[in-house]
């Protein structure tokens, strides 16, 4: 099966976890839905991510650092909604992020680049 249901995850849970925070902006009242389907979101990566896992030693930090991602998105979220300070959460997302990236994309399943 390989990570492309993991990456499908990822890419889509982004783009959901953007248009949800819009949607809590301009207050649209769709934005609680938008909300729980990102959150489903959450749990496929999860889910598609921990299928990946064969030694929990070479992976740990991966899913640590993925599980990072994601709570800085809800954080986001939730912080954006509540209308409290989000900057400190955009760059926790932001560096949890690269690295991310930096760790899936060198580690030896998938592609491979650095
Ligand atoms: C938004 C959060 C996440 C992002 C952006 C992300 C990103 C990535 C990327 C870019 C890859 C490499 C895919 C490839 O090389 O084809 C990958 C692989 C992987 N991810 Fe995630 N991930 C996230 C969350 C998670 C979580 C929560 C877990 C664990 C539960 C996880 C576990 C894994 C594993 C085990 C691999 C295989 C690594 C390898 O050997 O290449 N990921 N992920």
């Known amino acids: 099966m390989g ?5 499908t995850t990822w890419v889509i849970g ?26 489903l979101f959450y749990l496929l990566i999860f889910i598609t991510g921990g299928m990946l896992i064969t030694d929990f030693g070479e992976y740990a930090v991966k899913m640590i650092v993925g599980i990072i991602v994601i709570a800085a998105m809800e954080m986001v979220l939730v ?3 509540k209308g409290k300070a989000v ?12 690295f991310v990236l930096y760790l899936g994309l060198s580690l030896p399943q998938g592609l491979d680049w650095f």
């Open 14 to 39: 982004i783009i959901l976890f953007f248009v949800t925070y819009s949607m809590l902006k301009n207050g649209s009242p769709k934005a609680k839905m938008m909300h729980m389907i990102t959150r």
């Open 87 to 98: 900057s400190a959460m955009w760059a926790l997302f932001i560096v949890a992020l690269i």
């Open 3 to 7: 990570t492309h249901l993991h990456i």
């Open 79 to 81: 912080r954006t909604k």
